[in-house]
Each structure stands twice: as structure tokens, then as C-alpha cells.
């Protein structure tokens, strides 16, 4: 699981968008996007969305549990959420709304959802294995995530300090307000997290550039590992 590699892999869909003239970089999203309009949204462009200055690093509402899961659900709760500053005039991480914002634009121009596109335009071609969301006949490949547990005497993240004192400020809820968002949960492998969901080998395709053979092929295949970092609390090194 590669965590916030995976917004790396959404750019590049993106880019290669607009490099076939189907994206523009200072375009308003409802161009491609109609509903997105209203409360400000009508001024957030592409670009602002890449560089993290879209002023959406969150859903304020409560996510329904599985919400992570639902595609549809979650852009629309972003298409109706109030910026939480005027687009383009401040900077804050966009932790794993970039993946959806970014991903409804690439499904709404290209027919195809970010990770099929991913799979098609730039996976596959390469020999790569790595998914923005995995087929359930993959998941015996991944390596459960292992949580961080502190340790006597550790110190938490300002961050994470900041999360627990206010579970309603902007950074619990562009972290937690998820949906119970549990990456070890067969939903959340198979959903595609565009932010922070994406899963590939541990090792490289072969010289050839084909990708490695399935497990049941050669039982030498490289397994798509998990990763010793936590989600969230108790140390927040997002």
C-alpha cells in the first residue's frame, strides 16, 4: 500500500488529460463537472486541485460508514461541501479528497473510472503492477498493515495532538471522516482511493517489462505488500 505515492499516479492521469487536450489546467471544474457548482465552487480549477489549493481537504458532515467505498457518494458530498477558504488563496493538503476531485475529472472526460484508466493507459503499458483499486482475486497478495504502537516516553504529533483535541476541526476530518476507513477491509483494497489507496508488487515487472505471473503461476511471485504506518492515531505521520 503506497499511501500518498498513489496522488503521484492520479496526476499522471490528469496531465495526460490535458497533453490530449481533454483537461485544461485553469479550467473551472464545472466544465466537466456541472453539479460542482455553488458556494464557490464554481472558481476551484484543475489546477488548484493538483497544487492542494482547492480549499476541499475535507467533508464537514459525517461520512456514512463505507462512504471510503462509494464512489458516487463521496464526490457528492464534495460538489456540496463549502470550501473552508476562497479557492486559490491558501494552501492545505488536500490528504484524500485530491482523489476524488481529481478522479471524478478523469471519469468525466475519459468514460472510464481512475482506476480502469490508470489500468489501461498507463499500468498495463508498462508492465506495472500497481492498482488504484485491486480485483478481489489480488487481495491473498496483500500484506495486512501493521499499526504503529507507541512506545513509552514517545512523543505524539503536534498534528495528531491537534486531531484529538478537536475531533471536529479541518485536519480530524480530512483524516477520520472517512467512513470507519480500515485499509486492511477487502472494500477499501477493491475501492479506488485515488488519495492515498493505491496498492502494488514490491518488486518490479520483469526485464521485459511484462508483469510478474499471478501466484497460482509461480509461487517465487512477488507479494504486494503492506506497509508498518498507521492511518491515524496514535502518532498521525501521515
Given at each position: 500500500?503506497t499511501f500518498?505515492?498513489?496522488?503521484?499516479a492520479?496526476?499522471i492521469?490528469?496531465?495526460?488529460?490535458?497533453?490530449?487536450?481533454m483537461?485544461e489546467?485553469d479550467?473551472?471544474?464545472?466544465?466537466?463537472?456541472?453539479?460542482?457548482?455553488?458556494?464557490?465552487?464554481?472558481?476551484?480549477t484543475v489546477?488548484?486541485?493538483?497544487n492542494?489549493?482547492?480549499?476541499?481537504?475535507?467533508?464537514?458532515?459525517?461520512?456514512?460508514?463505507?462512504?471510503f467505498?462509494?464512489?458516487?457518494y463521496m464526490?457528492g458530498q464534495?460538489?456540496?461541501q463549502t470550501?473552508?477558504w476562497e479557492?486559490?488563496?491558501?494552501t492545505?493538503?488536500?490528504?484524500?479528497?485530491f482523489?476524488?476531485?481529481?478522479g471524478?475529472l478523469?471519469r468525466?472526460v475519459?468514460?472510464?473510472s481512475?482506476g480502469?484508466f490508470?489500468a489501461?493507459?498507463i499500468a498495463?503499458?508498462?508492465?506495472?503492477?500497481f492498482?488504484i483499486?485491486l480485483?478481489d482475486?489480488?487481495h491473498?497478495?496483500?500484506?495486512?498493515?501493521?499499526?504503529?504502537k507507541?512506545k513509552?516516553?514517545e512523543?505524539?504529533?503536534?498534528?495528531?495532538?491537534?486531531?484529538?483535541l478537536?475531533?471536529q476541526s479541518m485536519?480530524?476530518?480530512?483524516l477520520?471522516?472517512?467512513?470507519?476507513?480500515?485499509y486492511?477491509d477487502p472494500?477499501?483494497m477493491r475501492?479506488?482511493i485515488?488519495a492515498a489507496?493505491g496498492?502494488g508488487?514490491?518488486r518490479?515487472?520483469?526485464?521485459n517489462g511484462?508483469?510478474?505471473?499471478?501466484?497460482?503461476?509461480d509461487?517465487?511471485?512477488?507479494a504486494?505488500v503492506?506497509?508498518?504506518?498507521?492511518?491515524?492515531?496514535?502518532n498521525?505521520?501521515l
Open positions: 500500500l500518498s505515492n498513489t496522488k503521484a492520479t496526476a492521469c490528469v496531465h495526460l488529460l490535458i497533453e490530449r487536450g483537461l489546467l479550467a473551472p471544474l464545472t466544465r466537466y463537472w456541472p453539479e460542482f457548482g455553488g458556494e464557490g465552487r464554481e472558481n476551484i489546477r488548484m486541485c493538483l492542494h489549493t482547492a480549499g476541499l481537504p475535507a467533508i464537514q458532515p459525517d461520512v456514512k460508514d463505507g462512504g467505498a462509494d464512489w458516487d464526490t464534495l460538489a456540496q470550501p473552508f479557492p486559490g488563496t491558501q492545505g493538503y488536500h490528504m484524500f479528497t482523489g476524488w476531485l481529481l471524478e478523469v468525466r475519459s468514460g472510464r481512475l480502469a490508470f489501461e493507459e498495463q503499458p508498462l508492465g506495472l503492477d492498482h483499486g480485483s482475486d489480488q491473498v497478495r496483500v500484506s495486512p498493515i501493521a499499526f504503529h507507541m513509552p516516553g512523543e505524539m504529533s503536534s498534528f495528531m495532538k491537534a486531531i484529538l478537536d475531533t485536519q480530524a476530518r480530512a477520520l471522516n472517512l467512513g470507519n476507513l480500515n486492511n472494500r477499501a475501492a479506488e485515488g489507496g496498492i508488487a514490491s518490479p515487472a520483469s526485464p511484462s508483469p510478474p505471473p499471478p501466484p497460482d503461476a509461487a517465487d511471485a512477488p504486494i503492506g506497509a508498518s504506518r498507521p492511518l491515524g492515531p496514535p498521525g505521520s
